[in-house]
């Protein structure tokens, strides 16, 4: 299990509402602990969730319950994975099944007693009762009914001869051949028992606010003090990353209730969705603040035949659409550096657990970046966001309440085939369409595609074979290249020669077969500085890095003022071609 901070979410059963804290601030009773599946970043359930949870549980069992105040929580698995918590406890598990491209709900026991289905029903005979509740499967000779619809592989519940429920599973059977089959397994039973139902009043959110009204204060009074201390310590002028996510928005509500009205920084990366885009300049003029933005343009589909797939462990994108920008926008509005107050929380990933709530991002370098929200849970930053609505009128971006768990580019490696499902239909054949193109030309397996395995580098261990992936690139370097001659200048000083170069105390030949380096053992290193000049995405990061302003963007590509330049070489060390090429494409 990971865990990237402490579980924080607790339940009042006396108020029947979730709590961030020990105590209720309704009645000021004591809470009890949630047992959920870490990492634990709970999350509100939005209409569009609840009505797909309502739809799933329908088609499986014939009748649903799905109340106004539901909590999801982000368990992990192949792909999407949500347990359904309501009434202090989790009622099921909403999963997404990669081979049938559909959703699945797990019910907990308790929840299907609660249901009483009117499908997806098998009935065990009383002498198979007790052997289900001591752990065993429901074998075929002990069923004595079964509801028509039943299929091998449907998640079913099993109920004793009078109707309730004592068990949940996957059926290894249809009906028919439960009903005719006098040996092997009917279902495979995963859950078990007979669970004492409580009735219970439903909550609204307001309630859900009253009952967390003093955790809210002081958790926002916290993030203020930090956001004050933060700014007096440091000597230079603040803004607010704005990506146009529910954490940036937050962010930016914290810095202004203490006391600031920071400009925005909003890097378009050419990926975004257009409500986000609407959002942004929304939220803009609605607080009056200067709204300062760089664009990435095309840059993705650019660089796509060069880098391949972006790749979860591969995240060349990133670098390359959106920290290369940053750098440029700061370089221009900040050159000597800014203070950026950043959405960004330790229950996201490990690596962000691991930061501090202030860190310098080494790929943008006049950037200090501070969190006021490090330690907030999703369902933190959502109950604050409701009270901003309710008090204030202050809108979120409306993917939210479309199915998105969160905002992104819509290609991200990051996202799960669920959310790819959720895309506009002539916006995701475009990427698709390039995807298949690769496979072929690259011999990768049909499960390359079926299963989303270009989002990984290296293919996860539940992932098939995804086959062969090859891609060579070759180098075709003219002696006389003016992009390749200029790059290497990091290298030392250039001098030109029959045959080639020599830069500081390299040989360089140019010949018919490519390069050869002397000393040999600088061969990879100049490889890398040929790739990085014939290959340059104008992303701007080697700029940022430069102490001696020794390169600039012509035409939208680095070049190097050789009379300037140093020789160090930092400018290659971060350059998402050399870092990304040296892993090889697929």
Known sequence: MIYLGKLKLRWCHACNVPVLGERCGICQGETEQVQLTPPGDVRPAFKHDRELLREVIMRQFGVAFVPDVVILNDAPAVDRMDEVIFDGRVAGTLRYD?????????????????????????????????????????????????????????????CNPDGAVIAAGTARMDAGEMRRSNRGMAVKVRRKGTPEMVPRERPSWDDVLDANADILDGIV????????????????????????????????????????APPLLFVDTGLEFEETVGHV???????????????????????????????????????????????????????????????????????????GRVWHNPWVEQQIGASPIQHWTALHVWLYLFRKQRDEGVDWNPLYEQGFARIGCWCCPASDLSEFELLDSRRWEHFAGYLERYARRHGCSDAWLEQGLWRWHTPPDWADDPGEQTLERELGVEPDDERVVNMLACLGPVEATSDGYHVGDISIDVGENGIEVSPSERAAEVRETVDRALHCTGCGVCVGQCEVDAISLTDGRAWIDDAVCLHCGVCSDLCPVVVFGRRGSR
């Open 281 to 355: 300049h929304d939220i803009a003029e609605r607080f009056d603040l200067p709204l300062h933005e760089e664009h990435a343009g095309d840059i993705f589909w650019e660089t796509l035949p060069f880098f391949g797939p972006p790749a979860r462990d591969r995240r060349w994108c990133c670098k390359t659409c959106k920290l290369g920008p940053t750098t440029r926008l700061i370089d221009r509005y900040f050159p000597d550096g800014v203070l950026s107050f950043i959405g960004q929380r330790r229950y996201e990933s490990m690596q962000r657990s691991q930061k």
């Open 221 to 260: 009074g916290e993030a203020m003090s930090f956001i004050r201390s933060t700014a007096a310590s440091h000597d230079m002028p603040l803004a607010v990353s704005f990506s146009g996510g529910k954490d940036s928005l937050a962010t930016l509500l914290l810095v202004r209730e203490a006391g600031y």
């Open 98 to 158: 990669i081979e049938e491209r559909r959703y699945r709900f797990l019910p907990r026991i308790w929840y299907a007693r609660l249901l009483e289905p009117g499908r997806g029903y098998v009935v065990a005979d009383e002498g198979a009762v007790q052997p289900i509740l001591d752990s065993e499967n429901l074998m075929a000779p002990g069923v004595v009914d079964v509801s028509d619809d039943v299929a091998d592989g449907d998640e079913v519940v099993v």
